[in-house]
Every structure is written in C-alpha cells, then in structure tokens.
C-alpha cells in the first residue's frame, strides 16, 4: 500500500512570504502529526490532527497553523517565513495515537527560507 | 516533563563489529511507550521498534536487539555485525499514554549518527 506522501520534497522561499506543504496520509489513517527538524533543535512536535480537529499543539508560533481535509490530507501553513524555518518538516500518519499504533513518516519536506 | 537522553552524538565501527546506541529516558507516567527510529541519508523515519512499559522483555529482530530497563530508564539498541547499510542516524523517542496532549506525540532525542566503515 503506499506510504505517507509529502509535497513538495523541496522548496526555497524569501523571508517574509509564506508556505504550504501538503501530507496525504496511508489510506485509513486519520491522524496525522507534523514535526519539524533541524540541527540546533532536532525534532520537534508541531501539531497533531484527527479527522479534521487538531487535537494537540506544539510550542510553535502562530505563524504555524495546519488543517486537515475530510479525506484526512493534510496542510501546514508558515506565513511570515524567517530564516529560522529553514528545516526538513516531517508529516506522520497513524490510525490513532501514536503510543497505542505507532506513526508512518512521509520522505519530508527540505524547507530552505533565504 | 518527558525527556530523551541520547549521550552518544556520533558513532563510528568497523564492518561487523557490533555498536550499542543508549537512551535514557525521564517521564512522570507509570504507563508510556518508546520506540527506536532509523533516518538515512533520504530523510524518511523508518520505524524500527515499539515497547511499552510493561513490557520489560528484551527484543531480537535478527541483527537488532533492544535491551529495555525501568530501573535504570533506559531503552539501549544492539546491532550485531554491523553493516555499511546501517549507517545513519538513529532516534529515540518517548510518548506518554495519558490522554492530554502528551500522548498524541513523540518527544525525540537528538538522535545518534552510526557510521559504518567498510
């Protein structure tokens, strides 16, 4: 069956626009995460959704927001890009939470802001 | 507040030697799960184990062992004979099983990159 699929894998953007990436989960799967990495800070948790409701967030800015589509696809929005953002952002799906099924990650997006 | 200690930054064995990547974890819950991530060169988190906390058995999945350990917090993975293709870099992460926001993500360690010389 196919995996997570993120889109675009990449993307460089200017400071200050703002950006969508797209996750479209394993089919059946209603809950997807997004985390973002980079080196000074690793991985970190952005915001998790279940069909359509974002049930838990981050310690992000509200520049970062999400939503998740009936079909359980799923968006992140950056908007006001800074240089900071510049990280690979990783979308994982699972049919539930995480400690009882486990995630599926998605290849990422390499996010480069200049 | 969860945590995931992964001491070891960088790693670096000879073909078949076998390497133990440690992780020390701290949570408040009695319940919670742990599991070990591999991140190659692609960048995609490839799911390697899952154990919860009441299950204190050690695991063997061919070259893989995992030795899990409540009194000491600690969750360590064995790779036995190590090849050129384990190389990468491998995550501990940690999800408590209450039902607020904890238990719907993973908090991650830093992660220990394995290099694997021919």
């Known amino acids: 069956k196919a995996g997570v699929t993120q889109t675009p894998r990449y993307l460089i953007k200017t400071r200050g626009q703002q950006v969508t990436l797209s996750c479209s989960p394993i089919s059946g799967h209603r809950s997807v995460s997004w985390y973002q990495q980079t080196p000074g800070q690793g991985l970190q948790f952005l915001f998790e959704y279940f069909s359509e409701t974002q049930r838990n967030k981050g310690n992000f800015p509200g520049r970062f927001s999400g939503r998740q589509f009936s079909n359980s696809r799923s968006e992140m929005n950056v908007s006001t890009l800074e240089l900071g953002d510049s990280a690979l952002y990783l979308c994982?799906?699972?049919?539930?939470?995480?400690?009882?099924?486990?995630?599926?990650f998605g290849s990422g997006t390499r996010l480069t802001v200049v | 507040a969860q945590k995931v200690t992964q001491a070891q930054t960088e790693i670096s064995v000879v073909e078949k030697e076998d390497v133990t990547l440690d992780c020390v974890y701290e949570?408040?819950?009695?319940?919670?799960?742990l599991f070990w991530y591999k991140q190659p060169p692609s960048g995609e988190l490839v799911f390697l184990i899952r154990r919860n906390s009441f299950d204190e058995q050690n695991e063997i999945s061919g070259r893989y062992s995992w030795n899990f350990q409540k009194s000491t917090s600690s969750f360590n993975f064995t790779i036995t004979a190590s090849q050129v293709v384990d190389s990468a870099v491998y995550f501990c992460a940690l999800s408590e099983a209450r039902s607020s926001g904890s238990a719907r993500q993973l908090t991650f360690g830093s992660g220990t990159q394995l290099t694997v010389l021919p």
């Open positions: 994982a799906s699972s049919l539930g939470q995480v400690g009882d099924y486990g995630y599926t």
């Open positions: 949570t408040r819950d009695t319940t919670y799960y």
